[in-house]
């Protein structure tokens, strides 16, 4: 573990697509903050991940990234293409979640926010979605060999769900947590109606958790019903924690409230490990041509930075991600944005507009 004096090594994962670019975005303003927050600059450590990797080793996540990661603090992970992959590599587990999987990043934390300046469906909106990463439905990460869905004839196919105490254990103590640095609420989304016995378990422990935090208003709604809630009233929402596929849906509704779903921050962790990690995909169309949004992935940053300065008790780190997340906010108000949310700035100008007012508080 690190301490304030030591030097953070992060990896820097390019990806496909955008990837580079919105990489390299959030690399600058990372530095910037560092700098004006007094904290250690950090060591930067490229690696490769994608098409490129699977040019030069002939697979999507080679061997020596994996075990390069073995030895960081954390890393800023490129948003990767495997739709686009020759045929052979798209038949497996995509690149990120065989990272997640690899590194136990159970907890997959998805803030949305509405934005002065940015035209939202939903301009209260403030919530954080705290998402189950590691079983559920998902057929590449509940099994430890093999996958969750199968076909016992060509016309019947079958998926396993997987839900665990422990791992409905470590979700909601990470909700909790969360829940008491924010509006100390937490909303318990499932399915227990007509799945008791894997969404009742994992409602049943949430509840159970919570009464090691008795500050916290703890409430449950079907799954169904949240995502209506969501339209009609998301300010009356502050943490909502779920399962995973539950989770991935309703976080996706969720950025799109708050203006769009490609400037929505995540970011994977354990008790240990932490990947910033934007939710949109690598839009290849965009890619090289200075107009991408990398605000999902500058903000994925600095969730990066406050977890690694809670994690080693240093306030430096934690005021540089907040002093990104103000720049974000204060850009935003002064009318600058990207094409994607009606603006003119490209990718690099956006990125200096953020940097310069990282300056300022």
């Given at each position: ?18 990837g ?7 690399r ?16 930067w ?41 020759p045929?052979?590599?798209?038949r ?14 159970y907890a ?20 954080v979605?705290?998402r189950?990463?590691?079983e ?14 199968f ?27 969360l829940a ?15 799945l ?22 703890v409430?449950?709604?079907?799954v ?19 399962e ?8 996706d ?12 921050p ?11 990690q ?11 041509h200075n107009?991408?949004?990398?605000v999902?992935?500058?903000?994925s ?20 991600g907040?002093?990104?997340e ?7 108000e ?6 994607d ?5 490209s990718?690099s ?12 508080r």
């Open positions: 573990m690190s301490t304030a004096k030591q030097r953070l090594r992060l990896g820097l994962i390019d990806g496909d697509g955008i580079p670019e919105v990489v390299r975005a959030a600058s303003v990372v530095d910037e903050a560092l700098s004006v927050a007094g904290a250690t600059p950090v060591e450590v490229p690696l490769l991940m994608g098409r490129r990797a699977i040019e030069e080793f002939g697979t999507p996540l080679p061997e020596p990234t994996l075990q390069t990661l073995e030895g960081l603090d954390a890393w800023v992970l490129g948003p990767h293409d495997n739709a686009s992959y045929a052979e590599h798209r497996g587990v995509a690149p990120g979640g065989a990272i997640r999987k690899h590194f136990g990043l997959n934390i998805r803030p949305a926010r509405a934005f002065t300046g940015v035209r939202a469906s939903a301009p209260d909106i403030d919530l979605i705290v189950e990463n590691s559920g439905f998902y057929a590449d990460r509940n099994m430890f060999a093999g996958s969750g869905e076909r016992p004839t060509p016309d019947v196919a079958m998926a396993v769900g997987v839900v665990t105490r422990r791992a409905c254990e470590l979700i909601a103590h990470e909700a909790f947590r008491s640095a924010r509006r100390k609420k937490v909303t318990i989304v499932h399915k227990a109606n007509v008791p016995m894997t969404m009742g378990l994992f409602r049943d422990v949430c509840y159970e958790i919570a009464h090691a935090y008795p500050g916290i208003r409430e449950d709604a079907h169904d019903a949240m995502a209506a809630h969501l339209v009609r009233a998301p300010g009356e929402f502050d943490v909502v924690v779920t995973n596929l539950f989770g991935d849906i309703l976080s509704l969720a950025g799109e409230l708050s203006g769009s779903l490609g400037m929505a995540s970011l994977n962790c354990s008790a240990t490990r932490a990947m910033a934007a939710v949109h995909g690598a839009a290849p169309t965009l890619a090289g107009r991408a949004n990398p999902a992935l500058q903000l940053a600095a969730m990066l930075l406050n977890w690694l300065g809670t994690r080693d008790s240093d306030p430096a780190l934690v005021h540089a907040e002093r990104i103000h720049a974000v906010a204060a850009t935003f002064a009318g600058i944005a990207t094409a949310l009606g603006g003119m700035a990718t100008e956006f990125t200096e507009q953020i940097c310069a007012r990282v300056h300022r």
